[in-house]
């Protein structure tokens, strides 16, 4: 079965610039900082080499407002903006991928988790077995046979991963990972400023969840007094209706984001080497340039950075 890696550009480069001290060792030779390019790419090489997938595409944020902000204006308003020493390497990390051959995908409106999550329905569809990298748990609710999420995190100074399969999430959960849409309608969401049900927290969500199966169900059954719910929690629910829909919504990820349908459009390919050697020059990325022999100027037609 041919393999599709899903990377969330965002995240992953968040996790590598906080991971690695932005000191004066890691910038370029025209004074950029690297330690957020350098430990993206070191995740990236990695999920590469481990999984050898023929298809692979990258997904990033825009700045501009999604569907979400449209319908809900406090989304994510809590959220510090991207420092300006992480935001200068976006660009040059951009290049970076673009002189690799590797696929980047924005889409002006949705969310780089959209975009995985359309991707990763689209490669299912067509026979892949597929991989999310992500630092996100929201990806949990895209995970089914035949794609799952992989989560990195540092341990002891060493950057680990950790593979969720529809059978982890059963076994932690109790529930299908769809379902865990449904939670966050419940539960909401601080790091999004996802509202949810005030008072209502993960464990009690998850309960209501496993009893009820969905939002729609536990309404329709307050609604007819077919709950078994008491006090102030039934209280809490009742009264807001409005907010758990909304939660759930913004919650949901959008699998039918209108991008690419046609996956050669992100099979892995060549790499311009004579542009990733001067990139990777100016960055001072010597462990690169050497574990890749781009000091080598030509390369037999044919070969991946894979079979080097």
């Known amino acids: 079965m041919d393999k599709l890696v899903l990377i969330d550009g965002n995240s992953i480069v968040n996790r590598a610039f906080y991971g690695i001290m932005s000191t004066k060792a890691l910038m370029s030779a025209d004074g950029i900082y690297t330690n957020g390019i350098y430990g993206f790419l070191a995740i990236y090489f990695k999920i590469i080499e481990d999984i050898k997938p023929e298809y692979v595409a990258i997904a990033f944020d825009l700045k501009a407002p999604t569907k979400r902000h449209l319908m809900y204006k406090e989304y994510k308003g809590t959220r510090k903006g991207m420092p300006e020493e992480l935001a200068e390497q976006m660009p040059v990390l951009k290049n970076v991928l673009r002189a690799m051959n590797t696929a980047i995908i924005e889409q002006e409106g949705y969310e780089a988790d959209d975009i995985l999550g359309t991707l990763a329905k689209l490669g299912k569809s067509k026979g892949l077995d597929v991989t999310i990298l992500t630092g996100d748990r929201d990806a949990f609710q895209l995970i089914e046979e035949n794609i799952k999420v992989r989560i ?126 001067d990139i990777f020059k100016n960055l001072k990325f010597n462990k690169y340039i050497d574990r890749f022999n781009l000091r080598r100027r030509c390369l037999c037609k044919g070969k991946s950075f894979l079979s080097i």
């Open 152 to 277: 990195p995190r540092t341990k002891m100074g060493k950057t680990e991963e950790e593979d969720y399969t529809r059978e982890k999430i059963i076994k932690e959960y109790g529930i299908e990972p769809i379902k865990l849409i449904e939670v966050k309608g419940l539960m909401g969401d601080a790091s999004d400023n996802i509202p949810g049900v005030p008072g209502i927290g993960e464990k009690t969500a998850i309960s209501l969840i496993q009893e009820y199966g969905t939002i729609e169900n536990l309404y329709n059954k307050i609604e007819k007094n077919e709950d078994d719910l008491k006090g102030k929690l039934r209280e809490k629910i009742a009264s807001n209706k409005e907010l758990a829909e909304l939660s759930k919504t913004l919650g949901t990820i959008d699998t039918h984001a209108p991008i690419l349908n046609d996956l050669s459009l992100i099979k892995i390919k060549e790499w311009d080497r004579q542009a990733v050697y």
